[in-house]
């Protein structure tokens, strides 16, 4: 079954205890994103990459790192985590995101960090 | 930067067609317009995307203006399971805070 899968789901942990949040695609697709959503703010992308070894910025990328070093994992890593990085996130992916081929997104379920 | 506007709510009667809003006046010729929705705090789910066609699956259908300066998402026979937040994207990334339909018996 093709999916987006994120680990773990949920999470609380406490603040400067660096963690990591995986998201894998087993669809060989290109692009890759995080987003975090918040109530009222809708989905912000954090950071995005559209091929291996290619990352990217998104509009919230302060306190988070990302590596695609393969095309099927994307983690999301927060070395200091802070309590305003609580949020919903969700990992998705793309076959390709430019050209006239390009390609709806595939959302993971979504994991819930709690940093206390 | 292309940005969307869609109204904050609406309310849809069971079985009568939905039709969702979106203002895009800022859009690039090459970009194409998205629809996705988002049930409870699941994962959001694509709908349906168009580039300046009128568009339709099993679904939904999607119709743009000619100057493609906004469209219309449109759920011909709302369920209740349709309640949902929809989004209307023009540019990678950007989702906005959506339109939360909420289908009624």
């Known amino acids: 079954e093709a999916q987006v899968t994120q680990n773990p789901r949920y999470l609380i942990t406490v603040t400067g205890k660096k963690l990591t949040v995986t998201c894998s695609q087993n669809?060989?697709?290109?692009?890759m994103s995080w987003y975090r959503q918040d109530p009222g703010l809708g989905l912000r992308q954090i950071y995005y990459?559209?091929?291996?070894?290619?990352?990217d910025k998104g509009d919230v990328p302060e306190g988070y790192k990302v590596s695609r070093k393969e095309k099927r994992n994307f983690p999301l890593i927060l070395e200091s985590p802070s309590p305003n990085q609580t949020s919903l996130y969700f990992c998705?992916?793309?076959?390709?995101?430019?050209?006239?081929?390009?390609?709806?997104?595939?959302f993971g379920d979504g994991t819930r960090l709690s940093i206390l | 930067d292309a940005k969307t506007t869609q109204p904050t709510s609406m309310d849809c009667a069971e079985g009568r067609a939905a039709n969702l809003p979106c203002n895009h006046s800022?859009?690039?010729?090459?970009?194409?317009v998205y629809w996705y929705r988002q049930i409870h705090s699941q994962g959001p789910q694509y709908i349906i995307h168009?580039?300046?066609n009128n568009e339709t699956n099993e679904m939904a259908s999607l119709i743009i203006t000619e100057d493609r300066k906004s469209s219309t998402l449109i759920l011909p026979h709302a369920t209740l399971r349709d309640t949902a937040v929809y989004y209307c994207?023009?540019?990678?990334?950007?989702f906005g805070a959506g339109t939360r339909l909420t289908v009624k018996p």
């Open positions: 998705a992916s793309s076959l390709r995101m430019v050209g006239p081929l390009h390609q709806p997104q595939h």
């Open positions: 669809m060989n697709h290109e692009y």
């Open positions: 990459s559209m091929n291996v070894e290619v990352t």
């Open positions: 800022t859009i690039s010729g090459n970009e194409y």
């Open positions: 168009g580039l300046k």
């Open positions: 994207i023009v540019r990678r990334g950007r």
